[in-house]
């Protein structure tokens, strides 16, 4: 028989209901078929004739399964007629048999089955006893749901209490483990409690389960007795009602919180595995943001040998421009590629969007803030019930678990334990209610636009298993089964923000102490050092919980001094706190005060070229012009809830003044807060963390906004991109060790990132090009480079990794690579709504000044038939849409065309040269249920032209004259920001994306297209594409 561990046991009780005696580390089961049977009683007896030797840890007895009547009791050998469930069990003596006395009853140890013979359970006979003690007496019938006792013998385990001594010896001559275990139950079995019956003195327990029937009938059944002469013992006593009234209250705590619980990650099925386990190999696509097609070639051309994987896979495999969706916006493509589906179907019109009836920019990419009720919320730290719910629950729980305690303490005495139960229960049922305050009645998050459904999804549900890193536009999606997604592009950081940084500095020209925000997410603070001391404070999230409770109050008073019964002292002083409140609530909720935030300490000792940084407790030491490790942060919103965080630190200068940059603010992905959960399943981004280290979460790593705004020098953007190019390698080949996965995906950020802030070095035609600065020198990867040469750097790095991943595949395995655009210098930039106001198409109301000039403010709708706001986005003023429409839905079309034949023939008023070479009109490139939510036409300019920065916030482009009065600026102008590089609102066969292959394609007349990777790589697999795709799949052969 095997010994069972109290785990094991635990485990199987739970899936079957069938209950196992408590077994101690030295304890001694034996095992025994009761071969005899009295066909009078019907119960099951141990065969008379068996004799056995006698163990000191085995006591002789005699054991009779059945009902007892009162006959049995007093000696009367008549059976009962009738009996089907076990009642009571002889009661063994206390005293023990005597050293070496003939055992007076069979011992179980006879009753073994033979070498190779099978128990009902389907345990091999083992060829000696097991041995061992317990603190307890306990039988239990060992038998599975699907295997009714037979008639022959039965499986029955015994074990009682033996001496420390005794113990020793049969541990010491413990039998073998048997070879065969029996079969796992089923993982989703019911855990139908039973109750133990009990007879007999303190060191005797005996356990069976009545919801088997006797009679070996499969079919649950209540136990009974039908004679009528025969009187059974009464199932329930008091302490086995409390253990169920206890049990009750923990399942129904159990069960009503389950759907909020944190789900364990769904391993492949078996069954999936196989269904594919004959397939072509798997699948793995590299995602590299920004690769430009006509770069890659270039450096090839112009460094042979540089590139050695781009070289190999276009020899060997394919390489082709991969042709993107318009717009050619990271968000947009990447949701089109993802899904197959165009942007209208997505959902996701791009950063920016407009919001009707009266036209304003908003966010497109995100939806923030989405105030959601925290009923619709999982994983949460308690149930969200009604208050009074909580309390009841709590509290009776409690009183239960006090009840059982005091009976044990008090040795039970019924009426302390009532009482220390009560105590326990109306504490417990205060707490419940106390801490059911804490969670927000609603909580405001970052919601994902997108529509679509992710090929991952469709691959997971067909029974693929699915690992993506990094999935753009893919956060707050829940992945079916069979899918691991970690969010990346659109996730907002620790504070809810986009990827909020700070400065602090002594620097005497800053003069803001409460904080100068920068153009882009940045604050600036001016802080003050005394000695080698500077202290300040790092801000957090908004705290909702406590702008909740504001509101509340707020709403309370206003009820309140609405009341007629209201004395004058009591009506001032609400309406006091009302007026002291309404300004604080407001401030609360402007994204740009601290008031409302939550806050950590920031100490700082200031050495000559090192400071000594502490955050919330934690201290380290920076070297100058060094980075720290992560700080690991906890802002607390209330006793119940957190946002968990993490941030990087780096010390920029100590003289002639002080500045410490601080990173933005991330999630911590072993911990984020239910509301903004990183990944799918809940817990994988923990799980990722917990074998690769502390990574950013934040959507958009890198430091391409302090660059932007010239509050740090590029080479800590370089610094940057290779922290997060390194993390993301070791997920990436951590997930590649791996062997529960069919199609994999993993996405790169950096390319992108340093295409968008080097340009300026590397293109020397760009208006902000310095020699000097671009022959400054960096180490970037172990290798010193100069800052021209950091777009060739970053390539070489995407065709490093590319290789190592690549020598880590199968030969039978698919190797894919893609982008979701490529890449142009950004030297000039169009203002988009004076080239409409030079046009006709809008007019501007007299008097518009630098205040006024954007957001739309400027425009006069009476007289507008087209505006501009977004990424060169085009929108008619269109009647029945904009609430101050011109242009009717007839006329819709001989205006787009009109625009459009216009745009095509600008020039540069300075240079000469086209502008513009496409102009989409979005109805004839896209359709879907989401249309709507697009612009009219979307502009394609000409390599090195891209929308303003202006135009992109619906502004416009002034100057002021000789009289200091401000007139229309020109429409074109140079681009004088660091964003040197730029593939927005450019004609997208000039930007176009990677694609890379280990096999050939035979690729279709209009070359690759982004929309068919997810067909593609589902035709792979072996899943056919859904309905909704707009491609079919490329043909690899």
Known sequence: MRRFTKAEGLRSSRSTGWRRPFQASASAWTSYPASGRSETSKSWVAPENSRTRSSAYSRPTRVVLGARTRR????????????????????????????????AVPSPGSLDPAPGERSPEGLSAPGTSNAGTDRAVGLDIVARGDNPPRSSERLVQIHTRASPATARTARSTRAPRPSSRPAPHPSDSVFAPTLPITQGSPNTSISTDCRRPCSGDPTPARCSTTSADSET?????????????????SLLAGFAGSSNASEPMAAPSPA??????????????????????????????????????????????????????????????WAALNTGQNPAKTGVPGFIKRRLPNPIPEFGHIISPDVRPIESFDNLPIPAWPANKMAAVAGGVAFVIGLLVGLVLFRRKLVLAIGLGLILGGGAAYKGMQYRG???????????????????????????????LDAAQAFSMPAPDGAQVLAGLGLPDARGGLGDWFIYTTNPEEDSRDGRSTTTAGTVFRVDQRGDEITTTLWGPKNFWEIEQVEKELEEISEKISSPNLSMDETLALSSRQQELKPRLKNMKRNSSNEGRTSLPIDIRVGSDSAEVTIGGQTQ???????????????????????????????????????????????????PPFWQPLSYPFDFSAELASKGGLYETYGWPTLT????????????????????????????????????????????????????????????????????AANREMVFFGKTIKLSEAVPAIYEQMDRIMGEVLAKLNPEDTFLVCSDHGFQSFRRQVNVNN?????????????????????????????????????????????????????????????????????????????GA????????????????????????????????????????????????????????????????????????????????VFFCNRKVDLPAEGAQSLALAPTVLELVGVEKTPEMDLEGLTIR
């Open 272 to 333: 999936a595995s196989a269904s594919h386990a004959s397939g072509e190999g798997r699948v793995v696509l590299l995602g590299f943001d920004g690769a430009d097609a006509r770069t890659v070639r270039d450096l090839m051309n112009e460094f042979p040998g540089r590139f050695p994987t781009f070289e190999r896979l276009s020899q060997e495999g394919t390489f082709a421009p991969l042709q993107v969706v318009a717009p050619p916006e990271s968000p947009v493509s």
């Open 621 to 671: 030491t920076v070297e100058l012009g060094s980075w720290s490790e992560f700080y690991e942060l906890e802002f607390k919103l209330n006793p119940l809830l957190s946002v968990h965080a993490i941030t990087r630190v780096r010390l920029v200068k100590t003289d002639p003044y002080f500045e410490l940059f601080v990173n933005v603010e991330d999630i911590d992905p072993r911990n």
């Open 72 to 103: 049995q009791e007093s000696g009367n050998g008549r059976s009962p007629d009738t009996s089907t469930c076990p009642r009571r069990l002889p009661r063994p003596r206390k005293r023990s048999a005597p050293p070496g006395a003939p055992d």
């Open 705 to 772: 906004m302090p660059v932007k705004d010239s509050e740090v020098d590029p080479e800590l953007l370089m610094e940057d991109v290779e922290f997060t190019m390194k993390w993301r390698e070791s997920l990436t080949h951590a997930v590649l060790e791996r062997s529960d996965w069919k199609v994999f995906m993993s996405v790169f950020c950096t390319t992108d990132r340093v295409q968008h802030m080097m340009y300026r070095y590397y293109d020397p035609e760009h208006p902000e090009y310095d020699a000097e």
């Open 914 to 993: 086209p502008i513009c070479r496409s102009v989409y009109i979005t109805k004839d490139v896209h359709n879907g249920p989401y249309l709507d939510l697009e612009s009219d036409m979307i502009i394609g300019f000409a390599p090195t032209y891209r929308v303003s920065w202006s135009s992109t916030s619906g502004g416009v482009h002034l100057v002021k004259d000789e009289d200091g009065n401000y007139v229309l600026g020109p429409v074109c102008t140079d681009n004088d920001s660091p964003w040197s590089g730029g593939h927005i609102s450019v004609n997208l066969p000039d930007v176009a994306g």
């Open 233 to 249: 013992t009464p199932m329930y006593r008091p302490k086995t009602g409390l253990a169920s009234l206890l049990l009750s209250f």
């Open 438 to 468: 804490y969670l927000p009645d609603e909580i405001p998050v970052t919601s994902n636009p997108n529509k679509a459904e992710n090929f991952w999804d469709v691959t997971a549900r067909a029974g693929v298993p699915t690992v993506v």
């Open 835 to 911: 080239w409409l106001i030079e046009n006709g198409y809008l007019a501007m109301k007299p008097g518009t000044n630098r205040s006024t000039k954007s957001f739309l403010q400027f425009v006069d709708w009476s007289k507008t038939r087209v505006y501009s706001l977004g990424m060169g986005f085009l929108y008619l003023n269109l009647k029945g849409r904009e609430a101050q429409g011109q242009v009717s839905p007839a006329e819709a079309d001989a205006l787009m065309a009109e625009v459009r034949e216009k745009l095509l023939a600008a020039t540069d008023q300075d240079t």
